[in-house]
């Protein structure tokens, strides 16, 4: 296929990429703008824009470029993706995505599951978290603007995957912290040679306020003015999961739920997957997992009620700490539509689950993803699983990452640098239960 061009104003014809994007359309109210324009909520009635694809175009690109010709990135599905600018998309997330789908065996044989999968978003990259998806999405749409500075407001992990992608490309970073977050990840940003400022309050106020900062500077924020641009990167974690199973949708995917858009988006992707026939994803369940410390979405789905009711956040799971999440009534229609559910877990069990992973699959995660294990757990024992059916759970950020300040130290210390008692110490941790063990009575109860 002949590469077509695309006409700038500022910057003279440019190669364009395989992009089917052809608009974006108002969530609600179905009024549609130019790609090109910089809208990113409806000027009718307020809510999110959507990025509308041209699918029979699509489907021929697909037939046209095999899959190994096709990048190992996010962008192996760039038809499905809203970036036009090949110049733009060059500069941005070349080692995002295509993270590794791992068989749990392990934690499968304890939960009883014989064909659970780990979607290991934790070891993403550049920022191990699932954000590196949505933020390159943001970052390569701002360099298509032509633009040179972008901000952020984060739970934590938006605000280093800004800080790195954005370097890379470079581009400035200007980061928004709710001081209620750990410092580290505020540390982490800085030392990526991001500006970062951290705000009195929590997210939700922070956000809200970013939102009038960004109309009133003019600066594009990844997660708000880009927004439409953004949640099009956490289609592909969907992609990526149905060809990682040789083309087979799963029966049950699990995901952790924040502002929404990496499960209402997953739904997203897997309907495109079905409407190009490239697999059979109708049969998809995807089940929500929220802490019980903030679990608008959740409860909404349990109480089956269309939109959430904003709550004020009170969890250690700080990356899923929304209380009025964006995309919630997007998670809600999609969870319906797809016959899942949804369930949440206490701060103890998070920390169960985190154990849990790791003493079965060797894997440490941040407390979203032990909010997803706890989860999985229960609607593994409340039978909402065959034995035999395929089973995703979505681990979305890294646990060395965030270490979560745990209540009590697990390891033996102040031991003399001697042979009598360093065989002791040894002895003593013999005759202590293993993680596994704990994991288990905590998540038992
Ligand atoms: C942001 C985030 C989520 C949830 O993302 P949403 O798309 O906002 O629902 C889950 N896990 C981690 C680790 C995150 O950083
Ligand atoms: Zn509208």
Known sequence: MSPQTIESPTQGSRQRTRSCATALVCHRCDHRYPLESSVFACPDCGKGLDVVYDYEAAAAHFRDVPAAERPHNIWHFEELLPIVDAGAQARVGQHSGYTPLI??????????????????????????????????????????????EIGCVSTGNVGTAVASLAAKAGVEAYICYPNRLEDTKAQA????????????????????????????????????TLRPFYAEGAKTASFEIVEQLGWEAPEHIVSPAAGGTLSSRMHKGLNELQLLGLAETERTAIHIAQPSGCNPIASAILAEEAEVHPVMPETMAHSLAIGAPGDGYLVIDAVHKRGGTAAFASDPEIFAGID??????????????????????????????????????????????????????????????????MREAIDQLKATPSLMQTAHEQLQV
């Open 356 to 421: 849990l992973l790791a003493a079965t699959e060797g894997l440490l995660t941040e407390p979203a993803g032990g909010t997803t294990i706890a989860v999985l757990e229960k609607l593994a024992s409340a039978g909402r699983f065959g034995p035999d059916e395929t089973v995703v759970a979505v681990i979305t950020g890294n646990g060395l990452k965030t270490l979560p300040d745990h209540p009590e130290k697990k390891w033996r210390h102040g031991i003399d640098c001697k042979m009598e008692a």
């Open 103 to 148: 068989r749990a065996d392990r934690l499968g044989a304890e939960l009883g599951l014989s064909n659970l999968f780990i979607k290991d978003d934790s070891s993403n990259r550049p920022s191990l978290s699932y954000k590196d998806r949505v933020v390159s999405m943001s970052v390569a749409r701002l360099l298509e603007r032509g633009k040179s």
């Open 189 to 224: 940003c800085a030392a990526l040679g991001a500006k970062v400022f951290q705000v009195e309050g929590n997210y939700d106020e922070a956000n809200r306020r970013c939102r009038e900062v960004a109309e009133d500077t003019g600066m594009d924020f990844a997660n708000i």
